[in-house]
């Protein structure tokens, strides 16, 4: 007889066959892609102007049966303009919430690194506690949730940094570049992008999502693997390379995102391997490099340089 999790993960296996549809050439983006939301997670993808990163964003959110806002950040956009506003009303003589676009399924947040910091702040909450507070009142956004945020390389003109708070509450950041000549030129040849999206059809419902997100916290975990993962967040903490170590949430990450990887792989248990794939992408964006160290290394990538020489270090578990 077929396990339960392996009848179930056929579903999150036919969003992986819709995005691959689209997505030509990224398979491990668009697998952890689907591994962010299954863990209940919210999705950083950076990446130079024209590589897919909003294609990406837009297949995501059609292959699920969800509502779905778009918010293209820019440097005069205001939290008001992203959680939503009171505005009096004569006819009641009080004061209605309109609510923003935040109030969706699926948030689309377009080159966040465009905005300032205080517009990139009005999402914390949302992201951590899935409700908006305007006026003293809190208010609950749909389930299930789920940001794709995009962002072009800090070095670029008009951008600002994402503060340490906001980069926390991304469980995963992955690194779209450009595609290998094979893959570019099927996307020239074939009907890929823009014309093939609009005829993109969901494949999941929102139900869908939330009873996936629910089983895949059954998935099992020994107890080597949470040793493992603490021993790669303590380095990270001691080290004299950064100045700042990957917080408890960050640790939590890892482990719901190794149960969704095992999970979308059809096992109802982790293995090492979940951990250490994950590892990277997880935690990279969570640690803040010392400047002494940063200045020797490549300057896009320093972090990721980092964490993959010190999870290498690590040993793995048998």
Do not use: W
């Not at 969003?15 to 491990?28: H, N, V």
């Amino acid at each position: 007889m077929t396990p339960p999790v392996a009848q179930t993960a056929n579903r999150a296996a036919l969003l992986e066959q819709a995005l691959r549809t689209i997505i030509r050439g990224k398979d491990d983006v668009v697998r952890l892609a689907i591994v962010t939301v299954l863990a209940r997670g919210h999705l950083l993808i950076e990446g130079v102007p024209g590589v897919g990163k909003t294609t990406l964003g837009h297949a995501l959110s059609r292959a699920i049966d969800c509502t779905f806002n778009r918010i293209q950040f820019t440097s005069d956009l205001l939290p008001s303009d992203v959680l939503g506003i009171s505005i009096y009303s004569a006819l009641e003589q009080r004061f209605e919430f309109k609510p923003g676009p935040v109030f969706t399924n699926v948030l689309l947040a377009d080159e966040i690194n465009r905005t300032t910091p205080k517009t990139q702040s009005a999402l914390l909450e949302s992201m951590s506690e899935g409700q908006v507070t305007v006026d003293g009142r809190a208010h609950p956004l749909p389930q299930p949730f789920l940001v794709i945020a995009t962002q072009n390389p800090v070095e670029h003109h008009g951008t600002y940094p994402l503060p340490e708070s906001q980069l926390d509450r991304f469980l995963m950041r992955v690194k779209m570049t450009y595609p290998e000549a094979a893959s570019e030129k099927q996307i020239l040849r074939s009907e890929a992008g823009a014309a093939r999206l609009d005829e993109m059809r969901p494949v999941l419902t929102g139900a869908d999502v939330l009873a996936m997100q629910q089983e895949v916290t059954r998935v099992r975990v020994d107890e080597s693997l949470v040793d493992y993962a603490l021993e790669i967040v303590k380095r990270t903490r001691d080290t004299e390379y950064f100045n700042l170590g990957v917080s408890p949430r960050g640790s939590l990450m890892l482990f719901r995102a190794a149960q969704a990887m095992a999970y979308l792989s059809g096992r109802d248990f982790a293995t090492p391997s979940d951990f250490k794939t994950l590892a990277v992408p997880v935690f990279a964006h969570r640690v803040v490099v010392d400047p002494r160290y940063s200045s020797t290394l490549k300057k896009t990538d320093h972090a990721d340089q980092l964490m993959t020489e010190m999870v290498d270090g690590v040993p793995v578990p048998v």
